[in-house]
């Protein structure tokens, strides 16, 4: 759920990175925020437990347009991969306006994928939020292993009925994060319109 601050004349969105532990998800976030130049970006917060942790930043985009005259500032933010850290993930799910699900290409996460992709639903429906209403952008990362599974494999198991729009990435290299966040966000933007 974006939040508006009128004296700024900005709407503020929310953009989590889902997915299994180890996928990529922090690493598209640091790929992002060393190449937003500083003064269109907030800090970088990372959240750290002894055995979890979360960052997030926000950043106000320059090519993104406008919303009903209104600046439009992302904030993202990454969830502990690790499904014992529900609580967590439910928590920094609360006001999600679009999600980027990061997938590992690794054959021996496929059913990690699975497992985080059913944990996202459920606690999307337990927010009171359909699947179908909230913008979300399918990664496929890790492209570059040698034993990477085929992306019709993996969106066959995540993304059965092709629904979602889907980019292959490889998250340490930089290859497909711009790709996939300029994706979600523009989604992110439309729905916003057609709820104004």
Do not use: W
């Amino acid at each position: 759920m974006s939040t508006i601050n009128f004296a700024a004349r900005e709407i503020n969105c929310k953009i989590v990175y889902y997915g299994p532990g180890m996928s990529g998800k922090t690493t598209n976030l640091k790929h992002v925020f060393s190449k937003v130049p500083g003064h269109l970006r907030g800090e970088m917060v990372s959240l750290a437990t002894e055995d979890e942790r979360t960052l997030f930043f926000d950043f106000l985009p320059l090519d993104l347009g406008t919303v009903q005259g209104f600046k439009t500032r992302f904030h993202l933010y990454t969830v502990p991969g690790q499904v014992f850290y529900n609580a967590s993930r439910k928590l920094i799910l609360r006001g999600v306006d679009g999600i980027v699900f990061v997938a590992d290409s690794a054959p021996n996460r496929l059913r990690a994928n699975a497992e985080s992709m059913r944990n996202l639903r459920e606690n999307l429906a337990e927010h009171g939020i359909d699947v179908k209403e909230v913008p979300i952008v399918l990664q496929i990362n890790k492209r570059d292993l040698p034993d990477a599974l085929p992306t019709s494999m993996i969106r066959s198991v995540i993304d059965p009925q092709g629904e979602l729009q889907l980019f292959e990435a490889m998250s340490d290299k930089g290859v497909g994060v711009f790709e996939t966040l300029k994706t979600v966000s523009r989604l992110v933007l439309e729905r916003l319109s057609q709820n104004k």
